[in-house]
Structures are given as C-alpha cells and as structure tokens.
C-alpha cells in the first residue's frame, strides 16, 4: 500500500484564472494544495471526502493562510485543500460569493467522473473577513457547499469598520507583545508575516479596483452580519471561536452569556436566530486568538475537520 505524503512532499502551486459572473469576467487567484500520494495525483480521481475551500480575511491573498490551508490538505479526508481569492472590479455586493462557487465548480470539473455539476460537494471554510464571504458563499450554492466551517469568523454580527480596523491592529500588537515577552520569536516571525500580507493584500485590490470607494465598500461589506432568522442556507455550520480573541469576541453573537461552560445552552436559540434552516450548528471555543488559525492551525483545523467528519 503506497503512504500518505508527508509534509515535505506536498504539492503547492498558485495559478491565476477568471470566470464569468453575469456578464463581468472577475479574475481570482488560487492556491492548491495537495496532499495526496504521486500513484493518487496521477489518477486524477475526485478525492473521497470533500475538498476544502478556504476563502482568506479582507486584504490577504491567497498565500496568507498558506499554512492554514496545508493543514486543512494534511489533514483532511480529501487530502486536498483551494486557497481562493476572486477580485470583482465592484466592491460591497454577492459578485465574490457566487465567483467562488463558479471557481469551485470549474476546479472540481479537472478530476475523472465530475462532468455532472450536481455531484460536485466541497467543504467552505472562512477565516476572519473570509467567514462572513464564505457564509454567503454556502448560501448562494448550498448542494456545493453542504458544510461551512467558520473559523473566528466575521459576520456573526453587525460591526463599524473603523471600530474593526482598530481591533484587528490591536490584536495583532497585543499578541506580538505576548510572544515578544515570552520569547516566541517564531510566532512573532509569523504574525507579522500575516500582517504584512493583510497590509499588502490591501494596497494590490486599491491599485487593481483603481478606486478608494470600492475599498471602502468592500470594507463595509464585510463588516455586515450574514445570517439571520431569514438566512436559508441548510446546510451544518460549524463556528469555532478563540477564547482569547479579541476581533472576534465570541460572547458577541451570544448575549447574556457570562462564561465559557454557559455556552452550549444558548446554541438552540443563536441557530433559531441566525440559522433556522441549518441541518445541524455546532459552536466551540479554541485556546487561541484572532491568528492562531495561521500561527498554530492544528488547534482550529482539527476539530473543524472532526465535526464534520471530514477528518482523515
């Protein structure tokens, strides 16, 4: 029987496409990652499992959750994991969400025995700005994306942007001091990677959309709440939030909840709130802060992946 990969054999390669969205042609970028032994790459077979779908924060690009998404690849049942970014040239509306579902399809339309788009499952996961796309993502094309996985995701609730801004820059000051005082340096090496890819990503859409208005919109659209009692999708959600996240708060979307051990009795009424056509939602709170998907992601992928089975 021939091995799994190992992570220094693991295929990484970014491509660049674009597909067509209502008479706009929006461009993307992806990163593939793929786990999978040679004899498996070689066959061309769609995957058992789902592939996992990662949409990135506002502002990164496709290489700032790089090892988020090699995680999700080693880790997962499919052995597979897309890092995706489309840039429609308009800012603040559902171009992204249902490019990334066209992406999708045409992606997993390259494996043997996909010509049926009926047949084509992924699993959508969004990390910070990227929940909230990836939420709406899920709800554009639910058979696609029969499972969302929210890691410390935006849009739970409504959120100012310059109020979200701030918190994100102070997030990312207070857990670079941390790792400072405790001499993390590898962590601190990282975070600041993570956080140059943000500023970067965000100086690349201004150029590309040529305009600060669209920036600005886009901005305000990710800060909106996506589900709510009309929100339809009926597929599992699984949310999983730091304990020490201070973006993200996870008291937030949960009112009245003073302690971590009150949490698991409020899920029934936040899924009657927020999602009352889902299958099946699941809250957990994780050891970490608004980066640790990226710094240490073994903490958020493994559960996100148990939950929905789609652990290898």
């Known amino acids: ?48 499992g789902n592939v996992i779908v990662v949409v990135p924060g506002h502002g990164q690009t496709v290489t700032g959750p790089r090892r988020l998404v090699a995680e999700f690849a080693m880790r997962s049942r499919a052995k597979i994991a897309w890092c995706i970014d489309p840039t429609p040239t308009r800012g603040g509306d ?57 890691l410390c995701p935006v849009g739970l609730v409504e959120r100012k942007p310059p109020e979200m801004i701030a918190s994100f820059l102070l997030e990312a000051t207070r857990v670079v001091a941390g790792d400072l005082l405790h001499l993390r340096l590898a962590n601190v090496s990282e975070t600041l990677r993570v956080g140059a890819n943000f500023a970067g990503g965000l100086v ?66 936040f899924q009657e709130a927020n999602f009352p056509a889902g299958r099946r939602v699941e809250v957990c709170l994780v050891d970490g802060n608004h980066i640790t998907p990226e710094i240490e992601p073994g903490l958020f992928v493994h559960p996100g992946l148990a939950f929905l089975d789609q652990l290898a």
């Open 1 to 48: 029987m021939e091995r799994r990969a190992e992570p220094s054999q693991v295929h990484t390669r970014r491509e660049r496409g674009s597909v067509d969205i209502s008479g706009e042609r929006v461009q993307y970028e992806i990163l593939i990652v793929d786990a999978r032994t040679a004899g498996e790459r070689a066959q061309g077979d769609l995957p058992p």
């Open 94 to 150: 559902c171009t992204e969400a249902r490019a990334i579902a066209e992406i999708v399809h045409d992606r997993l339309l390259g494996f043997k025995g996909t010509s049926a788009r009926s047949s084509h499952r992924a699993t959508i996961v969004g990390w910070s700005h990227g929940g909230g796309e990836a939420l709406r993502a899920a709800r554009e094309d639910p058979i696609l994306f029969p499972q969302y996985l929210g």
């Open 204 to 269: 690349t859409d201004l150029v590309r959309s040529r305009s600060l208005r669209n920036l600005i919109d886009d901005v305000r659209w990710a800060c909106r709440k996506v589900p709510g009692p009309d929100f339809d999708y009926p597929g599992e959600v699984v949310l999983l939030l730091g304990i020490h996240d201070s973006v993200i708060r996870w008291r937030d979307p949960f009112p009245g909840c003073q302690a971590p051990n009150q949490l698991s009795a409020m899920v029934p009424a």
